[in-house]
């Protein structure tokens, strides 16, 4: 689990075929792989761009994760490319300290970056999404935007809205996206728990 709060920016090394998947290298900053250690294993869970992968492999600043055809069907990942820069977060241990909101590093889709409007060091950001996603979304409520977590300003039955403060333009990749860009959508999980519980309701509001 993790709570949306990105703590690094990585540089994608390189990508190789492995079957239907992809083995995604990424350099990771100093300052995030001494905060990692000694805790840093294999088989450790990191979110980047919002997608929960699990290290396979660990060179120095060199990380190595495997992707899925699922990933890579449903995600961004299947469409990096070497140099391009992914935000990085580790899972929450047990006694950590909530900052954001709850995110499970499963992207439930893509959106599309559709308008930004620029204030002075403040941006507003507009992005398309499945109605499905938007859906589960509220004013004021939560989303994860590759993996960032995030204030709903506003929704429609097809897209939302986002005020972004300097602070998260200048550490997250974010600030390096421009319109047409695709990016990964979580929208918070207690709304999927409601949906499904209100699908199996009945008009009387019994169970069925």
Not at 170 to 187: F, P, W, Y
Request: proline share 3%.
């Amino acid at each position: 689990m993790f709570t949306g709060l990105i703590e690094s920016l990585g540089t994608v090394q390189s990508l190789a075929d492995e079957g239907g998947a992809k083995r995604v290298v990424v350099e990771v900053p100093a300052s995030f792989l001494e905060n990692a250690l000694p805790s840093k294993r294999l088989g450790d869970s990191i979110a980047i761009n919002g997608c929960c992968l699990t290290v396979v492999a660990a060179d120095g600043v060199l990380w190595s994760f495997q992707a899925g055809h699922e990933t890579l069907a449903k995600t961004n990942l299947g469409r990096l490319r070497a140099g391009d820069s992914v935000n990085l977060e580790r899972a929450m241990p047990a006694d950590g300290r909530f900052g954001g909101h709850i995110v499970q590093g499963h992207v439930d889709g893509v959106g599309r970056v559709s308008a930004i409007d620029s204030r002075t060091d403040f941006a507003d950001y507009t992005f398309e999404v499945p109605a499905a996603l938007a859906a589960q979304m509220v004013e004021k409520g939560s989303v994860a935007v590759d993996g960032i977590s995030l204030t709903l300003v506003r929704v429609t039955a097809t897209s939302f809205q986002i005020m972004l403060i300097p602070h998260t333009l200048a550490v997250t990749t974010l600030g390096q996206r421009k319109v047409g860009d695709e990016v990964n959508i979580e929208t918070d999980v207690l709304a999927k728990y409601v949906a499904k519980l209100l699908a199996f309701a009945t008009p009387s509001g019994a169970s069925q």
